[in-house]
T-cell receptor, first 113, second 112 residues
Framework: DGGITQSPKYLFRKEGQNVTLSCEQN?????MYWYRQDPGQGLRLIYY???????QKGDIAEGYSVSREKKESFPLTVTSAQKNPTAFYLC????????????FGPGTRLTVL | GENVEQHPSTLSVQEGDSAVIKCTYS??????FPWYKQELGKRPQLIID?????GEKKDQRIAVTLNKTAKHFSLHITETQPEDSAVYFC???????????FGAGTILRVKS
């Protein structure tokens, strides 16, 4: 899991601003995922991508957007349409084979001021 | 729908005792069931996983059991230690393995 990096570690945003969270992996993994974690709740899937130039909405995609132009990169944009964006955001990847471990990045804590 | 229920939400045990966390899932097609441990402010780390063709798997003090008929699986930690204190998440695959759905988590506290 040391092959997945997220930046920044902490991010502060004013209401009405878009912000982009970075996720990079050097594991040569095909699939990448974005999760949101709130206190007392599990990880909820925002978007996922199983191959370059393709991605699917997860359970809570509203107010978020992603791109997958390169295999190693899967940035997440939190738009002003996301009404409650303060949360811990985790990126993950796996080799794209079914039923295999997902490796997580260290996370980005986003706070809206 | 896609749902994984996890119980209990918090669990306190005395050091040396055993801890059991249970999860149920809704999709009979689920075939992979990982367990993750997350320490405060850190990333989730896989501690054990099980596939549908296996009923039980052990790794030192940790074991997982799976009952596909009843659609539930459990994590067992024996001889608990203070460093086992963390949040534990179960998960199950949905959409033919293309995504994981996580339980809400269990806060485990091991008292010394």
């Amino acid at each position: 899991d040391g092959g997945i990096t997220q930046s920044p570690k902490y991010l502060f945003r004013k209401e009405g601003q878009n912000v982009t969270l970075s996720c990079e992996q050097n594991l040569n993994h095909d699939a990448m995922y974005w999760y949101r974690q709130d206190p007392g709740q599990g990880l909820r899937l925002i978007y996922y991508s199983q191959i370059v130039n393709d991605f699917q909405k997860g359970d809570i995609a509203e107010g978020y957007s992603v791109s997958r132009e390169k295999k190693e990169s899967f940035p997440l944009t939190v738009t002003s349409a996301q009404k409650n964006p303060t949360a811990f955001y985790l990126c993950a990847s796996n080799n794209g084979l079914r039923y295999n471990e997902q490796f997580f990045g260290p996370g980005t804590r986003l706070t809206v001021l | 729908g896609e749902n994984v229920e996890q119980h209990p939400s918090t669990l306190s045990v005395q050091e040396g005792d055993s801890a059991v966390i249970k999860c149920t899932y809704s999709d009979s097609a689920s075939n992979y069931f990982p367990w993750y441990k997350q320490e405060l402010g850190k990333r989730p780390q896989l501690i054990i996983d099980i596939r549908s063709n296996v009923g039980e798997k052990k790794d030192q003090r940790i074991a997982v059991t799976l009952n596909k008929t009843a659609k539930h699986f459990s994590l067992h930690i024996t001889e608990t230690q203070p460093e086992d204190s963390a949040v534990y998440f179960c998960a199950a695959t949905y959409e033919y393995g293309n995504k994981l759905v996580f339980g809400a988590g269990t806060i485990l506290r091991v008292k010394s």
